[in-house]
Each structure stands twice: as C-alpha cells, then as structure tokens.
C-alpha cells in the first residue's frame, strides 16, 4: 500500500470497518482505481460514472 501512502495495517481497518477513512485518502483511493468515491462507498453500482 505504499503506493497510496499508507501502511497495509492502516488499509486493513478502512477495509473492515474498524476505522473511518479520511476524505483526502477517499479521494486518493478513487482515483487510485479510477473510479469514483460514490462507488467506493457502496453509494452505486456503476464503476465508472463519468
């Protein structure tokens, strides 16, 4: 995960719920996987709405 900047351990707990996930780092992790943040927050099904 350092390609995002962070540790796994720190990407772990986003993934689990354990800890919320920063907007700058939503944002970062959206563009990341090319997608959007409404996807990334189960907010869509649709991967790529733009």
Same mark, same amino acid.
């Given at each position: 995960? #350092?390609?995002? *900047? !962070? $540790? $796994?351990?720190?990407?772990? %707990? =986003?993934? %689990? *719920?354990? $800890?919320? +996930?920063? #907007?700058?780092?939503? !944002?970062? #992790?959206? &563009?990341? =996987? /090319? @997608?959007? @943040? &409404? =996807? +990334?927050? /189960? #907010?869509? /099904?649709? +991967? /790529?709405?733009?």
């Amino acid at each position: 995960m #350092l390609k995002l *900047g !962070i $540790q $796994q351990t720190v990407y772990s %707990r =986003y993934e %689990r *719920g354990f $800890q919320t +996930i920063p #907007l700058n780092f939503l !944002i970062k #992790l959206a &563009d990341f =996987y /090319n @997608t959007s @943040t &409404d =996807y +990334i927050l /189960n #907010l869509t /099904n649709e +991967i /790529n709405p733009h």
